[in-house]
């Protein structure tokens, strides 16, 4: 089993900034990435931003290109993510996900362990 712990969210005027930090602990060997996940109000869930723990490849959401930054620490197994210039329509949910197995990283399917979620609110 793989825990997960998200924490750095809040609330933020329209233009400000974040960092979501989410601490992965348990059977964390052969980790093959991980990933930001959002759920809105009366929407679905959807992806944010992931990376792979090998290489360090990362990959975005259109939505958040060039605003957010996905970045990892393999030794804390950890990953965060920086979020610039934000907008109303990034209020939702945070969840980070913890994939042990391939895949492309930006479906939901692709993830084996889910955090709890952390509250973003971004204020206009």
């Known amino acids: 089993q793989v825990q997960a712990v998200e924490s750095g969210g809040g609330l933020v005027q329209a233009g400000g900034s974040l960092r979501l930090s989410c601490a992965a602990s348990g059977r964390t060997s052969s980790l093959y990435g991980m990933g930001w996940f959002r759920q809105a109000p009366g929407k679905e869930r959807e992806f944010v931003a992931a990376?792979?723990?090998?290489?360090?490849?990362?990959y975005y959401a259109d939505s958040v290109k060039g605003r957010f930054a996905i970045s990892r620490d393999s030794a804390k197994n950890a990953v965060y993510l920086q979020m610039n210039s934000l907008k109303p329509e990034d209020t939702a949910v945070y969840y980070c996900?913890?994939?042990?197995?391939?895949?492309?990283?930006?479906?939901?399917?692709?993830?084996?362990?889910w955090g709890q979620g952390t509250q973003v609110t971004v204020s206009s």
């Open positions: 990376i792979k723990w090998n290489g360090g490849s990362t």
């Open positions: 996900a913890v994939a042990r197995r391939w895949g492309v990283l930006i479906i939901a399917t692709d993830y084996d362990y």
